[in-house]
């Protein structure tokens, strides 16, 4: 998909959105159970180890929900190239973002990132999305008992995950997921 010129802000740069929407594209068509005619070209970037490990280092940390979303979409188009056209090159690379993702997974709340914004409701934005990788791969993932003690503690008085009043969908999916 083409999204050049079409950035939202520098979190959301036009390769974010491209991804994105990849990723919603292959939802769609799921929802519908058809599958992409061709392969993804662009994953094949993330076949050489150290462009993949650079790719995930090179990421903004402290800022965990938006490299969150980053490392779900390129898993998820990982996946795809796997599943529907049988590239081991992409499974392989799947295998690299799992044991990068379990080397850099804090164990103090089983959350990713850097900074103070990685400890609370970013964290946990940033977590879900690596969440709904592990949980679709049937793979577990560390920390889990630790995580959900952080998550309870940071639902608010309403039940809901937002820290402003009446929630907010984003929070609220990635709490209560």
Not at 122 to 133: C, D, E, K, L, S
Not at 146 to 153: A, E, F, K, P, Q
Request: glycine share 10%; charged share 20%; hydrophobic share 35%.
């Amino acid at each position: 998909l083409d999204t050049a010129g079409r950035t939202a802000n520098t979190n959301h740069d036009s390769e974010h959105l491209s991804h994105q929407l990849t990723t919603f594209c292959l939802s769609a068509l799921g929802c519908l159970d058809e599958k992409p005619l061709y392969p993804l070209r662009f994953v094949s970037r993330w076949y050489d180890k150290t462009e993949l490990l650079n790719w995930l280092d090179g990421l903004n940390w402290h800022n965990p929900w938006n490299s969150g979303n980053k490392v779900m979409f390129a898993a998820i188009n990982l996946i795809c190239n796997y599943e529907t056209f049988g590239d081991f090159k992409a499974r392989e690379a799947l295998e690299v973002w799992f044991a990068w993702m379990d080397r850099n997974q804090k164990s103090r709340n089983g959350f990713w990132g850097k900074g103070r914004l990685s400890d609370y409701f970013y964290g946990m934005g940033g977590y879900y999305h690596q969440y709904v990788i592990y949980n679709y791969i049937q793979r577990p993932v560390n920390h889990e008992h630790r995580t959900v003690d952080v998550i309870l503690r940071l639902q608010q008085h309403d039940g809901l995950f937002s820290p402003g009043n009446g929630g907010g969908s984003c929070d609220d999916i990635d709490g209560i997921d």
